[in-house]
């Protein structure tokens, strides 16, 4: 189902890493994160999923508290006759890019109420429209009043706007030498950009890895095979598909980029810059996760990231 959780591995492997991405921005504090998308950023309590905005309020849930992007997936196309979930199926949520919000003003709220103590707040911010629902006012408070606008880069050392999205055939340069000149790995940034319009602010999610999971990263992706796939037999090469991942690993007071394909049909592997290479489990099951999460995949790509 579209708003299944889904757990990010390794997430408390490490001690928290509170270092400052952009100097607009706070680290959130104990127990909270960052989310971003579109050129805004908010915080949520850690333990939330991710799911899909818009998701009809009459299909059961079976989840918990979760943040919702338009990306996450295909809505149903259903009619429910109620607004809101029925009581026993509520969960709070943030809807981030709700089309259907109505016509506000930027920094407009609007409040509906839902019965037994929840309440929805809707607002549009940064040109971003934003949804949040809850039963607990000082938290619908908190997450209203946590919401920024991304100067350059988000919380998480993500660029709110990359090159990649106006040209999606784009290499990293090569003359960084790419991830086999990289030493002392220390964390990574996992950026998702989309390619389906050429937006001012084309970032969709990001998250970070920890030291440790940078590294097993790193060598999965040195360790997979040189050149493109897995990759669907019939297929017009041409096409690069909806979205990609940028990785920023960090090392030694330098950052390399790669760039990880695995929307559409063809050129599905990492590049960075010198090499390309084939997907593996253990490249893309790591990072197309968390607020990354691919809900629905077919073919090579479905089994690669779905498979046991």
Known sequence: MAR???EVPVADESPRDDTRRDDTVEPAPE????????????QVPDGWGWG?????????INS?????????????AIGCSNPFPVLSERAPYVWLGDLL???????????RPAGHGWFEVQTLRGGVPVTVFSDDADLRNAILASIREIEHVD??????QHAISAEPSKRPDPT??????????TGAAVCRYSLRDVLPDPLISSSRLDRETARRLVAAITAAPAGSGPNSKECSFEVYGDEIIVLRIEASGATQEVYLRYS???????????TRRELTAQIVRPVLSGPHTVLQADGPMGDLIFGS
């Open 4 to 6: 299944d959780l889904v």
């Open 31 to 42: 127990g909270w994160r960052w989310e971003s998308y579109r050129g805004i950023q908010l």
């Open 52 to 60: 899909t905005t818009g998701w009809p309020p009459c299909l059961d």
């Open 64 to 76: 918990g508290a979760y943040v919702g992007r338009p990306d996450g997936g295909v809505i149903p």
């Open 101 to 111: 919000a109505g016509d506000l003003a930027e920094g407009e709220e609007v409040t």
């Open 155 to 160: 919380a998480n050392s993500c660029p709110v």
């Open 176 to 185: 960084t030498g790419g991830l086999e000149a990289v030493e002392n790995v």
């Open 264 to 274: 559409g049909c063809g050129h599905h592997g990492t590049d960075d810059g010198v």
